[in-house]
């Protein structure tokens, strides 16, 4: 059974940065593709990063290029998201989601979520 558990979100300002971890467990990977998906309230949950376990393909949302980083660690089946010049905008629900081919977008998986909070 696939486990994904995320941490690492929290208050922080206008400006400033965090990184969300996302724990996987109960598969092998290496065939996977890992994305980062938001959700604001009233809103409807977006795509944000995805990377696969492979490091081939890397994809962002335009709102998340060149203030965000997806990045995985595979000897701790741990995929992260590098969050820089935060806005208010971002602030939202984070989850990981994972899928099983990582050519298709087809995410089966998915964590609990964390709060992330910019104030202005």
């Known amino acids: 059974q696939v486990q994904l558990v995320e941490s690492g979100g929290g208050l922080v300002q206008a400006g400033g940065s965090l990184r969300l971890s996302c724990a996987a467990s109960g598969r092998t990977f290496s065939s996977y593709r890992m994305g980062w998906f938001r959700q604001a309230p009233g809103k409807e949950r977006e795509f944000v990063a995805a990377v696969s376990w492979s490091g081939g393909i890397i994809r962002y949302a335009d709102s998340a290029k060149g203030r965000f980083t997806i990045s995985r660690d595979s000897a701790k089946n741990t995929v992260y998201l590098q969050m820089n010049s935060l806005k208010p905008e971002d602030t939202a629900v984070y989850y990981c989601?994972?899928?099983?081919?990582?050519?298709?977008?087809?995410?089966?998986?998915w964590g609990q979520g964390t709060q992330v909070t910019v104030s202005s």
């Open positions: 989601a994972a899928a099983p081919n990582s050519s298709q977008e087809e995410y089966r998986h």
